[in-house]
């Protein structure tokens, strides 16, 4: 069994962190940024998880198309996540991770642009593997992220509120937004406005932790 670090034993236990002192009334900020800092994991897993639907149904593609480049871009982000997360260590979880999701500002069109000028299997495979990286970059120093924005007796609670709130809201509606967006727009080119959207409000959650929560 691995003993509780000495910041852990050392701590006041709160009975009810959600009535008590918590993220929701005492750090507030970080709580908002930690939802929306996942934002961008969140919708980069359920965008790979709704390629095999976008490429049978908009791209006229095989149905195994998806399939293909989202095991690929899992196996990526298995192998490439623990690296990163070193690198992290080294240079700060804020830093690695801002600059995945500007570069994800910077590659989310021209992704989609190249896929839906270029339909195939070969290019769909392509793309998934280039958002596994972006993935494994920013899924990465994620977690030690979000457990620094906590303090030591209700980071469990604020870890687990903050996640949930940003798969949901970013996440959990993904599929419906983004067939919503094509349905209404008549553009193939509207996943990645959503994706280049939430993007933007991680990148905004990022700053806030840098600059007011003092994060690197």
Excluded at 40 to 56: D, G, K, N, Q, R
Aim: net charge neutral; glycine share 12%.
């Amino acid at each position: 069994m691995v003993p509780e670090t000495p910041e852990f034993v050392e701590t006041e236990v709160v009975s009810s962190p959600l009535t008590g002192p918590s993220p929701v009334t005492t750090i507030g900020h970080a709580g908002l940024s930690g939802s929306v800092i996942v934002g961008f994991a969140s919708i980069s897993v359920y965008l790979i998880i709704y390629m095999p639907t976008f490429a049978v149904k908009n791209l006229d593609l095989p149905g195994y198309a998806g399939y293909l480049g989202g095991i690929i871009s899992g196996v990526v982000t298995l192998v490439g996540a623990p690296y990163v997360g070193k690198l992290a260590d080294r240079v700060g979880c804020v830093q690695v991770m801002t600059v995945t999701a500007a570069a994800a500002l910077v590659l989310g069109w021209p992704l989609f642009k190249i896929l839906v000028g270029n339909p195939s299997v070969l290019t769909l495979t392509l793309v998934q593997f280039v958002l596994g990286i972006l993935l494994a970059f920013y899924f990465g120093p994620l977690p030690a992220l979000l457990a620094e924005m906590f303090p030591t007796n209700i980071r469990s609670t604020g870890m687990s509120v903050s996640y949930n709130i940003g798969v949901t809201v970013f996440g959990g509606f993904a599929p419906l937004i983004l067939t919503w967006l094509i349905a209404s727009t008549g553009s193939l080119l509207a996943p990645s406005y959503y994706y280049v959207a939430v993007a933007t409000v991680s990148v905004l959650g990022l700053t806030v932790a840098r600059t007011r929560l003092g994060h690197r």
